[in-house]
Antibody, heavy 121, light 108 residues
């Protein structure tokens, strides 16, 4: 059974930093690209970032480019999101999602339950 | 940037009735279009990908159609568990996703 479990969400002050983690199990982690998607309270879904199966390629939404860094450790079946220079508008539930296709890019077929990041003074 | 626009924002439907949700892309996304269902307090669930392929375990009452810029999700006979928010998503723009703003399907 595929499982994705996010952690690391806390309350942080504006300008602060945070690292989110996503522990994956139930599939061959290093065969699949992984995504971070966020959802502000009461709002819709916003794609944040993607990392390829081997970690060699990364992509970011314009809203986080230069502030967030996605990474993965395939030996630990783990995905990460380093978040710097946090702003109030980064407040959201952050989901990790597994891409549906091995060695390619497509939609997300499995999602974690999310971890809440609150940016507030 | 590809913009995805969903309509209507809210759809009021009686159980057993048919629901039709629309999604329009600002430029062609070919058939690289997915639909998700999200219930309160839950993560999104993939329903349809490739515009018309049902994901694993999705009931046959859910169907998708369209290509290019115009897409439709149809729920043939709404069940109580289908009342939720539905999002379309394009993945044609290599390695990036864009979501529509969502359509809430509520009980009439």
């Amino acid at each position: 059974e595929v499982q994705l479990v996010e952690s690391g969400g806390v309350v942080v002050q504006p300008g602060g930093s945070l690292r989110l983690s996503c522990a994956a199990s139930g599939f061959t982690f290093d065969d699949y690209a992984m995504h971070w998607v966020r959802q502000a309270p009461g709002k819709g879904l916003e794609w944040v970032s993607l990392i390829s199966w081997d970690g060699g390629s990364t992509y970011y939404a314009d809203s986080v480019k230069g502030r967030f860094t996605i990474s993965r450790d395939n030996s630990k079946n783990s995905l990460y999101l380093q978040m710097n220079s946090l702003r109030a508008e980064d407040t959201a539930l952050y989901y990790c999602a597994k891409d549906i296709y091995p060695y390619s890019y497509g939609p997300g077929d499995y999602w974690g339950q999310g971890t809440l990041v609150t940016v507030s003074s | 940037e590809i913009v995805m626009t969903q309509s209507p924002a809210t759809l009021s439907v009686s159980p057993g009735e048919r629901a039709t949700l629309s999604c329009r892309a600002s430029q062609s996304v070919s058939s690289n279009l997915a639909w998700y269902q999200q219930k309160p307090g839950q993560a999104p669930r993939l329903l349809i990908y490739g515009a018309s392929t049902r994901a694993t375990g999705i009931p046959a009452r859910f169907s998708g159609s369209g290509s290019g810029t115009e897409f439709t999700l149809t729920i043939s006979s709404l069940q109580s568990e289908d009342f939720a928010v539905y999002y379309c998503q394009q993945y044609n723009n290599w390695a990036t996703w864009t979501f529509g703003q969502g359509t809430k399907v509520e009980i009439k």
